[in-house]
């Protein structure tokens, strides 16, 4: 059993910063990938990021890339996402997710086992 739980959250201006952690429980030899995913009001949850923890090989979704990066510290267990340049339409709740199961499909909200509780990401234009 994998806990995930995130903070960083918060309210930040059109173009600000702000960096996303997510600490897990268990110790992450288990774990393959995790990931960030967020959710709008009214809309489904996207894929933003995703990182496969052993080799480090990192993914992005289109919106976001060249403006997020992710990242983990295997000696904390934990995984990062850090914002830059946020934008309005990157408001959401965000959440971040792992999996323990090989060869799935990264950007997948089914792929993954765990889920933390989520944090709000807010950006005013």
């Known amino acids: 059993q994998v806990q995930l739980v995130e903070s960083g959250g918060g309210l930040v201006q059109a173009g600000g910063s702000l960096r996303l952690s997510c600490a897990a429980s268990?110790?992450?030899?288990?774990?393959?990938?995790m990931g960030w995913f967020r959710q709008a009001p009214g809309k489904e949850r996207e894929f933003v990021a995703a990182?496969?923890?052993?080799?480090?090989?990192?993914y992005y979704a289109d919106s976001v890339k060249g403006r997020f990066t992710i990242s983990r510290d295997n000696a904390k267990n934990t995984m990062y996402l850090q914002m830059n340049s946020l934008k309005p339409e990157d408001a959401a709740v965000y959440y971040c997710?792992?999996?323990?199961?090989?060869?799935?499909?990264?950007?997948?909200?089914?792929?993954?086992?765990?889920w933390g509780q989520g944090t709000q990401v807010t950006v005013s234009s």
């Open positions: 990182i496969r923890w052993s080799a480090g090989r990192t």
């Open positions: 997710a792992a999996t323990q199961q090989l060869q799935v499909i990264i950007a997948l909200t089914s792929s993954y086992n765990y």
């Open positions: 268990a110790r992450t030899f288990s774990i393959y990938a």
